[in-house]
């Protein structure tokens, strides 16, 4: 097997503790000085992933100074954003500004990417105290600079899209890549999607779809979404429950699916996504929101036999994929644009 050398992954950047990859360490170094195997991307936008936002937005009281008071605190003492509670970073996009003479990522100075690693193992320093951001959206306009590895991989922002919406399918294309897979697998017929009308519950939908499965159910929160997700057709059913509440869930999905697809950005699904599960099928846990000793031990509990997936946020292909299926399904593109519209509302620089 080939050996990856410990620079590509980053771990020189790593400040404490020492030995462990960046996604594990508590801080980086930031540093814009790059070495011959890094490349610096000039920051423009974070898109902060939706449980992190969730819960900074919750602690803050949903009071927007004191959201970005806390996103600059965690850049500045950790040198990359993850959040301490879930745990979770999101990604960013930007305009690469060097690149190292031995870097193998293929990248010029001047193309403009969005990077498709995490912002947890992202060396991240911020420039500008994010004074044009409200703390109110997920979308954060920002300056500063990220360093990649040799490890490490970006995308080139597509021309015919605008950046706010490239930024936000891009932040979640792990899940539709991975609901394609398991399905395509498993051939799977009845797949049921926890937060199906949020970014990436109806990028799985539209997946899922793609891969042969013919019978799809969504599962929202409220009357709202219902609406929202019917007429974006997406779904042969859609019913509506509080994804927290697994009796609620069982009772609203009525039978279980060969797949479960978890993309709420709130804790506690775990319990209901076993329950809307066949035996013998499989569960993918997309949500950071997610606790594995809540899905291990309550799926032990209820005797489930079933396969629980961690949503990993890479597989080959899975950028051009979500982006496919965003431009080539108009019901996608009607549940995330106006997800996109108030995550950037008020943002002079979006493209
Ligand atoms: P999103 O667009 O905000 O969608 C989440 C959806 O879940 C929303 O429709 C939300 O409804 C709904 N929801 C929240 N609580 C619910 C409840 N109790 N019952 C029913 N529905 C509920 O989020 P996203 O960007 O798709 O992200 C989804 C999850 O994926 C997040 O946890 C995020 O952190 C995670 N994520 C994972 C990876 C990875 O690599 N695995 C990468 C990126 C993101 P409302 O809008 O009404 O609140």
Redesign the pocket.
């Known amino acids: 097997m080939e050996r990856i050398p410990e620079r590509a992954l980053g771990v020189h950047r790593v400040l404490d503790p020492p030995g462990v990859l960046p996604q594990a360490a508590h801080r980086l170094d930031p540093s814009p000085e790059i070495g011959p195997d890094e490349v610096r991307i000039a920051v423009e936008r974070l898109n902060l992933?939706?449980?992190?936002f969730?819960q900074l937005s919750e602690a803050c009281g949903g009071d927007g100074d004191a959201v970005r008071a806390a996103v600059l605190g965690i850049v500045r003492e950790r040198g990359k954003m993850q959040n301490p509670v879930?745990g979770?970073g999101?990604m960013l996009i930007g305009t690469v500004d060097a690149v190292g003479s031995g870097s193998p990522l293929g990248l010029a100075a001047g193309q403009r990417v969005a990077t498709l690693v995490?912002l947890t193992l992202t060396p991240l320093r911020i420039t500008d105290d994010l004074r044009r951001w409200d703390g109110r959206s997920?979308q954060v306009p920002a300056e500063g600079t990220a360093i990649l590895f040799a490890r490490s991989i970006a995308a080139a922002l597509p021309d015919d899209l605008p950046d706010a919406v490239a930024l936000?399918v891009l932040?979640?294309c792990?899940?539709p890549a991975a609901t394609a897979r398991v399905v395509e697998r498993a051939g799977a017929r009845s797949v049921t999607v926890?937060?199906?009308?949020?970014?990436?519950?109806c990028l799985s939908l539209a997946a899922a779809r793609a891969a042969g499965a013919t019978r799809l159910t969504g599962?929202?929160?409220?009357g709202a979404?219902a609406a929202a997700l019917t007429a974006a057709g997406l779904a042969d059913r859609v019913v509506v429950?509080?994804?927290?509440d697994p009796l609620a869930v069982l009772a609203a999905v009525g039978g279980p699916a060969d797949v479960t697809v978890v993309?709420?950005?709130?804790p506690?699904?775990e319990h209901g996504a076993v329950l809307a599960t066949a035996g013998g099928g499989t569960v993918v846990f997309?949500?950071?929101?997610t606790s594995f000793s809540a899905a291990a031990l309550g799926a032990e509990g209820m005797a489930a036999d079933v396969t629980m997936l961690?949503?990993?946020?890479y597989a080959p292909g899975h950028a051009d994929l979500a982006l496919d299926l965003y431009r080539r399904t108009p019901g996608v593109r009607s549940l995330i644009d106006p997800?996109v519209r108030s995550a950037s509302a008020g943002d002079p620089g979006v493209r």
């Open positions: 992933d939706a449980a992190s969730r879930t979770s999101g995490s997920e936000a932040d979640v792990g899940a926890l937060g199906a009308a949020g970014k990436s519950g599962l929202v929160r409220d979404e429950a509080d994804a927290t993309c709420v950005d709130a506690g699904a997309f949500s950071m929101a961690v949503g990993n946020g997800r």
